[in-house]
């Protein structure tokens, strides 16, 4: 199955099923040669598309220009031209700064992702959104990149450790909240939860999204949903101790009882959105000061001159991106998931 993603730079179709990671060659078609991006704990993956793999370490701490710099080197060294492809092989981290390399090599080489977690067959596969982080917070330093062609072996998703299965899941349920009600319903249930079905839902509201609005003008500020306390957690954790996804499952709590505070959510869709997240089982949110993750909240991307830009819930299914989000709202949030002053 193919969901085709339209943006205004650019149209590429995202292929889902089992077993695709054997003819990811046949699905790319590329221009020429093919260098493939990974990690040497993924090899195995990467050595079934291509056997000329460039390696970086996992982990945010490696999100960084260094490492995108790294990359490069390897391009110009292994002698990557103008119509060679990246293809990237890795989860959220991997496909983040691999793309952004790519999108700076040489203004721009034809990429392809091949995502192998949830997250970021749900996520960050999505949309043509490539970044590393800078030390005052995440995904600073990026550029809108579309690529060519994703491929998402949702085989592949057997294989991963638990927690790293659940942090998609909290990216899969924001997308139920955000655009698809039986998307939400069939998380909240947990019975009967099918992996196919979960990528291919979440992906289809992130494509209406992107379509519409591929540069975060407006719309696309909606996929930011538990992401503004979210990204501050992480910065404040320095991208160690909670995966993506369970900050974000902190985000989404907090920012439910913000949106409760400011008169747009009710408080029968907090109850219920917070439980199917809890219920889901996030790690618990280590011991943090919330002026830390208040000072990460300014370099939020979505917020425009001094405004603080938040989205919260109107129901299951829509939600609305409200400004002029106070420090006193925040820390009502962060006092909402056990976080003082």
Known sequence: MAEAIRQASASYSVFVGKGLLDSVGEIIQ?????????????????????????????????????TANEIVTQLLDRGAKRDSMAVVVGGGMIGDTAGFAASIFLRGI?????????????????????AVNHERGKNLIGSFFPPRVVVSDTAVLDSLPP??????????????????????????????????????????????????DEKEADLRRLLNYGHTIGHGIEAALQYRQLTHGEAVAWGIIAANAIGVRRGITSEAVRRRIDQAVRDWKPSPLPSLDASAVLAATEH????????????????IGRCEVISGISDADLRYGLAAIGMGS
């Open 163 to 212: 927690r790293e299965l659940l942090s998609g899941m909290y990216e899969a349920l924001k997308g139920g909240v955000i655009g698809d009600a039986s998307l939400f319903e069939m998380l909240e249930k947990r019975s009967d939860v099918d992996l196919d079905t979960v990528v291919r839902k979440t992906i289809k509201v992130k494509a209406e999204i992107v379509s519409a």
């Open 300 to 315: 939020d991307k979505k917020n425009t001159g001094s405004s603080r830009v938040m989205v919260f819930p109107r129901e």
């Open 30 to 66: 590329p221009r020429g040669r093919i260098f493939v991006i990974s990690s040497n704990g993924l090899r195995r993956f990467a050595e079934r598309i291509a056997h000329d793999i460039i390696t970086i370490e996992e982990g945010e701490q490696h999100k960084t220009l260094a």
């Open 110 to 130: 034809d990429l392809a992702h091949v995502p192998t977690t949830l997250l970021a067959q749900v996520d960050s596969s999505i949309g043509g959104k490539v």
